[in-house]
Nanobody, 120 residues
Framework: QVQLVESGGGLVQAGGSLRLSCAAS????????MGWYRQAPEKQREFVAV???????NYGDSVKGRFTISRDNAKNTVYLQMNSLKPEDTAVYYC??????????????WGQGTQVTVSS
């Protein structure tokens, strides 16, 4: 069993910054890609950013140049540094990881989500 636990969400004014963290624990042999998605009220879940085990990154168009994803493989943790936040960034942010367990079973795991609210 694997758990992803997010932290770092909160309320911030427009133009401000927040840093999200997501730590994976449990039956983990290796973690491939780790990423972040978000979902605003009455909208579909949206891709935010992804990082490979080797450090390659990719971002959604709406966050390019403002958000930075990074990871610490030794800690099985992924981070999302969010700068120049806008009210439209308000959403529940979900962590995602592609896990390989000790039995070589590969599956996707999701965190419970953390709320980010940006006031204007």
């Amino acid at each position: 069993q694997v758990q992803l636990v997010e932290s770092g969400g909160g309320l911030v004014q427009a133009g401000g910054s927040l840093r999200l963290s997501c730590a994976a624990s449990g039956n983990i042999f290796r973690i491939n890609n780790m990423g972040w998605y978000r979902q605003a009220p009455e909208k579909q879940r949206e891709f935010v950013a992804v990082i490979s085990s080797g450090g390659s990154t990719n971002y959604g168009d709406s966050v390019k140049g403002r958000f930075t994803i990074s990871r610490d493989n030794a800690k099985n943790t992924v981070y999302l540094q969010m700068n120049s936040l806008k009210p439209e960034d308000t959403a529940v942010y979900y962590c995602n990881a592609n896990i390989v367990d000790e039995s070589s079973y590969v599956f996707a795991s999701w965190g419970q989500g953390t709320q980010v609210t940006v006031s204007s």
